[in-house]
C-alpha cells in the first residue's frame, strides 16, 4: 500500500446529508417552476439554493452528533472531462456551501465537515485512468474551494457498481494504481468511505 494511503476509522455519531437533498417534510407532487427544481419535502425553490425550512428542522439536532459532513449537490453542469465545466460545477458547489456555513457554521464549530456530493463510481474508475485523472483534478479544485470556506474534514464516498470479488488480478491492480493517482495527488487529506459494498 502506498504510502499516501493512511488507514483510519471514522467514529462516533456521524451525520452526512446534502443540504439541497433534505428529504423532509411530506411528499409534494406539485409541478416545480420552470428553472427550478422541487425538494423532497415541502420546497420548490430555484437550482442550487439550500432548503432552509428543512434544514432548520435537522439543525436542532446537530448537537447529537459529533461530526456532521455537509454536502452541497449534484451541479446539473458538471463534465469531469471538461476543466471550464468542472470550474463551474465547483463554484456552484462551494456558494452552497459558503451559504451554509454563514447561517449554521457557527453552530456546528468544529464538528462541522464537507462532504462531496459527486460521489461517483468506483469501478469507472478503476478501469480508465482518464478517469482517474479527471477525478484528481476535480478533487483537488473542489477540496481547495471547500477548504476556503472553512478547513474541514472532507469525506468522499464512491459506489461500486461491481462486487470486490468479480475483479481479477489485472482488475485489482489498475483499480490500485488509479486510486493512488487519485489519492497521491491531493493537496489536502481526503477520508473515504465506500458505500454499497454488499452488492
Known amino acids: 500500500m502506498s504510502s499516501c494511503w493512511r488507514r483510519s476509522t471514522i467514529t462516533g455519531r456521524v451525520l452526512p446529508f446534502d443540504s439541497q437533498a433534505m428529504p423532509l417534510g411530506p411528499p409534494c407532487n406539485a409541478t416545480a417552476p420552470t428553472g427550478s427544481h422541487q425538494a423532497r419535502g415541502n420546497e420548490s425553490m430555484a437550482y442550487a439554493e439550500i432548503f432552509h425550512r428543512d434544514v432548520a428542522k435537522l439543525a436542532k439536532h ?15 453542469e ?28 457557527d453552530a456546528l464549530g468544529e464538528k462541522l465537515g464537507w462532504y ?9 474508475i478503476s478501469g480508465d485512468a482518464a478517469s482517474a485523472s479527471d477525478w484528481l483534478a ?22 461500486w457498481q461491481i462486487k470486490h470479488g468479480e475483479y481479477n ?20 487529506p481526503l477520508a473515504l468511505h465506500f458505500q454499497d459494498v454488499s452488492h
Open 116 to 124: 462531496q456530493t459527486v460521489e461517483g463510481s468506483l469501478n469507472e
Open 169 to 188: 488480478a489485472s482488475g485489482l491492480a489498475a483499480m490500485e494504481a488509479h486510486f493512488e493517482t487519485i489519492f497521491c495527488g491531493l493537496d489536502l
Open 62 to 76: 446537530f448537537h447529537l452528533f459529533d461530526k456532521v459532513y455537509v454536502g452541497s449537490l449534484w451541479p446539473d
Open 78 to 105: 458538471l463534465d469531469l472531462g471538461n476543466a471550464t465545466r468542472r470550474s463551474a460545477a465547483i463554484a456552484t458547489q462551494a456558494r452552497v456551501l459558503s451559504e451554509f456555513h454563514t447561517s449554521y457554521g
Open 138 to 159: 476535480f478533487h483537488r479544485e473542489a477540496m481547495a474551494a471547500f477548504h476556503k470556506i472553512k478547513p474541514a474534514q472532507q469525506l468522499w464516498s464512491p459506489n
